[in-house]
């Protein structure tokens, strides 16, 4: 259907039909080939009869579907084949670890392994007869128990992993220890946990350096580094995350900030993310972060399309110099996509509209740096509003007139702005700091859609940087039909949207910049292209191998 066709992403990866909850599965890079996996329905567009569908890669961009990797069919998993993932053993030898929903209806951990180690495409895996490797016992409900994590080996030389699951109330990172990744045993102390929530779902767990963006190999522990913690909390869907320490002694994870909050947790994205994944790219040195963009539309909008879920664009991801939150960044391979730049220097971004004539405004790339005069007409902040970002972007709306800000994009625009997505900026004064409010306005006065019926959320989160020092609040946004990818302040804080707007069903979609603050800003870059289309499914034998 035309619904269908025009809500499809032109570059963010989904299969050709079906309901995906995209919990990346497994995703891993294995003599040259990027493997993706992901939950599918092979019969429908709502979730259930989950399977692991597989696609494969050489630049993480163009993708070929092959053959379902693991279908629900043995009594440790013949009620769905749930979330998990990949690890690369010595002599590389990658295996999966996932959840089976046994036929009790209970969690258990099951391994895959490859059928033919010698197909560079893995396109066979095959389920040893010793499986389930873990099953719930001692208190652990059979409910909430899943999702193993890649695999790290300690100083011991013995591997370890992580399940999430839901003990007396908390959220928690269960922890197994196994010497030959067959044989596991439940260690004494979880990993970690915490009374600020409930259950942990696809939990995470990996070391970032403290200086510089390489990415390291699961196992790497040592004082140069720093450990990363996540976790899906069900409610409310999002994806947090810690920063701590991994003592190996006791073996447990050591957060720096154990707030008993989880409001007060880092977050990937502050927008529609979810069971997201890493893996260490030993292709280029890099850690990538997968995710899930489900849909905010109806599940009757779903049937109708014939599809639901897609992908994020993989992010790099880092820590932050000053070690107090990770940067994510889009991978450079998307830039390929990127054709007929549109830019524009030293623009004076008065108070009022602007559009940007000339972009494909439906699928695109926009770079743009917001230089700032002197904070001296920021509004003063009000810090009993610190905590709830999202509910000043609503208040103080991009209509909303401030001394600095709102400024930003208008996306995804109809002919006359009956429809449109703004993403915006506004800086507030504290005694002598400038705090920086960045939002994503899908409602209200940014009517993202004309829809009733749809989910349309207000985004916001403050920015962690240092404004009297930089002097610039950059926006990357990537647009691609029924999604948009924000990355505020050079990747420190994403939003990411759905929306599904309905008039640019036959006209094109604009892209405006616009300041409805009193104080003008400089444009000291801006910079947009249109994306062409990727190759989301290809033909196997159309895959360029290097
Ligand atoms: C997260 C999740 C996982 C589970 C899978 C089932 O989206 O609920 O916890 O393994 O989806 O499809």
Not at 13 to 24: E, G, L, V, Y
Not at 379 to 393: E, G, I, Q, S, V
Request: glycine letters at 6%; aromatic letters at 10%.
């Amino acid at each position: 259907s035309i619904v269908s066709k025009q809500y499809r992403t032109a570059y963010h990866f989904q299969p050709p039909k079906n309901w995906i909850n995209a919990d990346p599965n497994g995703p891993m890079y294995h003599n040259g080939v990027y493997h993706l996996f992901y939950q599918y329905n092979p019969n429908s567009s709502v979730w259930g009869n989950i399977h692991w569908a597989h696609s494969v890669s050489t630049d993480l961009i163009n993708w070929a579907p092959l053959d379902l990797a693991i279908h629900p069919t043995k009594p440790f998993d013949i009620n769905g084949c749930w979330t998990g993932s990949a690890t690369i053993l010595p002599g590389h030898q990658p295996v999966i670890l996932y959840t089976g929903m046994n036929r009790d209806n209970q969690q258990v951990q099951n391994i895959a392994v490859p059928g033919n180690l010698s197909d560079p495409f893995l396109r066979e895996w095959t389920k040893p007869d010793y499986n389930p490797l873990m099953t719930p016992s001692d208190g652990i409900h059979p409910d909430m128990f899943r999702d193993p994590t890649t695999g790290w080996r300690g100083a011991d030389g013995h591997w370890r992993v992580a399940l999430g699951a839901e003990i007396s109330g908390n959220g928690t990172a269960l922890l197994y220890k196994s010497e030959d990744f067959v044989r596991w045993q439940r260690a004494d102390s979880p990993l970690h946990s915490s009374s600020a929530s409930g259950m942990w779902e696809c939990p995470d767990f990996f070391p970032v350096p403290i200086e510089g963006r390489e990415g390291l190999d699961t196992s790497v522990n040592s004082k140069d580094v720093r450990h990363v913690l996540k976790m899906s909390l069900m409610e409310p869907q999002s994806d947090y995350y810690m920063l701590g320490t991994y003592d190996e002694t006791r073996d447990i994870f050591v957060p720096d900030n154990a707030a008993d909050d989880y409001r007060m947790w880092l977050r990937y994205d502050y927008g529609k993310f979810y069971a997201s994944k890493t893996f260490f790219d030993a292709k280029k040195k890099r850690r990538i972060l997968w995710g899930w963009l489900n849909e905010s539309d109806t599940e009757s909008d779903d049937i109708a399309k014939g599809w639901a879920g897609i992908q994020i664009i993989p992010r790099k991801i880092w820590l932050d110099s000053r070690g107090r939150q990770l940067v994510q960044w889009p991978i450079e391979e998307v830039e390929s996509l990127r054709r007929n730049e549109v830019h524009l220097h030293g623009f004076e971004l008065t108070t009022g509209l602007h559009e940007i004539k000339g972009v494909k405004g439906s699928q695109a790339d926009v770079e743009v740096d917001f230089e700032l005069p002197s904070l001296d007409r920021a509004d003063p902040f009000d810090p009993t509003r610190a905590m709830d970002a999202p509910k000043l972007c609503s208040q103080e709306d991009a209509s909303v007139r401030g001394g600095i800000g709102p400024f930003g994009l208008l996306v995804l625009a109809s002919e006359n702005l009956e429809e449109h997505t703004a993403i915006f900026f506004r800086v507030y004064r504290e005694q002598n700091t400038a705090k920086v409010l960045m939002c994503s306005d899908q409602r209200r006065q940014s009517r993202s859609s004309l829809r009733p019926e749809l989910d349309k959320p207000v985004y916001g989160v403050f920015l962690d940087m240092d404004l009297e020092k930089e002097r610039k609040i950059s926006l990357r946004t990537l647009i691609d039909h029924s999604v948009i990818e924000n990355f505020g302040g050079k990747g420190r804080a994403c939003i990411t949207a759905r929306v599904y707007p309905e008039l640019f069903l036959n006209t094109s979609s604009h892209l405006y910049l616009f300041n409805n603050g009193s104080s003008s800003v400089m444009i000291s870059r801006f910079q947009s292209w249109g994306m062409a289309k990727a190759h989301l499914n290809i033909k196997l034998k159309d895959l360029v191998i290097e």
